[in-house]
């Protein structure tokens, strides 16, 4: 772990391997940690970079829309000298940001992975986004736990697996609350749609098709919304693929990173 200072905070990020430079955005419902399992096969091949977004980790609070973290990702990457022909992998709440990045700074790389994402929440997926703010601010982080892993992982996953699950939890409890709170109501209140056409990155849609958080049919309009994007399915998954099944979401993101 290492920090650099962007508008006097400090920003946490990590950096293995070496290679073309591979940018990683977690999601909301985990911080950088949510990679461990995949970096080992990433940094093989490539230097793999992840940031944790303001208020998860060593990361300070401060920005709250999801344009104000495309750009406090944009501050990142030109702090951390990243070249332009750095690949982005984004999942979940930072595929948001990360199509709010190749709206506002797309120049500032290459080629795009959003998994489990979308450009807009349906209404009625508003809803839970607003309750786990208003609980996590009444109650904090605590309180949203179980709901938390609940939207990251189809139940068979979490009934087998209860070493994750708690390790998601224990990870979870660190985040700022008011960061996570102020995130839940920033995603509640994007629509990126009418920007899509903006984005000149090539971009690839991955969805785990039993994500129940960022559906099939959201990351489906997300691709349909830039030109030339790709999509892809993967089976039996939830709303993070690189935990529940790393060598699936590597068979079929591979070719497009170029990973050999």
Known sequence: MSLIEIDGRKVEYFQEGEGPDLLLLHTLLADASVYDTVVPRLAAERRVTRLSFPGFGASDPGP???????????????????????????????????????????????????????????????????????????????????????????????????????????????VNASAFADTCLALAALDHRANLGRIKNPVLVAVGLEDQTTTPAMSRELADGISGAAYVELEGVGHCPQIQDPDQLIEKVGPFLGLQ
């Open 64 to 174: 709250k829309s999801v344009d104000e973290l495309a750009d406090w990702t944009a501050d990142a990457m030109r702090a951390l000298g990243l070249p332009a022909s750095t690949d982005v992998f984004a999942n979940g709440a930072g595929g948001f940001v990360a199509a709010g990045l190749a709206i506002r700074h797309g120049a500032l790389f290459n080629r795009l992975v959003i998994a489990d994402s979308g450009a807009a929440f349906p209404d009625a997926a508003k809803v839970p986004l607003r309750g786990m703010a208003e609980k996590v601010r009444k109650g904090g982080i605590e309180t949203i736990l179980d709901i938390a892993v609940a939207r990251m992982f189809p139940p068979d996953y979490v009934a087998a697996h209860p070493d994750v699950i708690d390790e998601r939890k224990r990870r979870l409890m660190s």
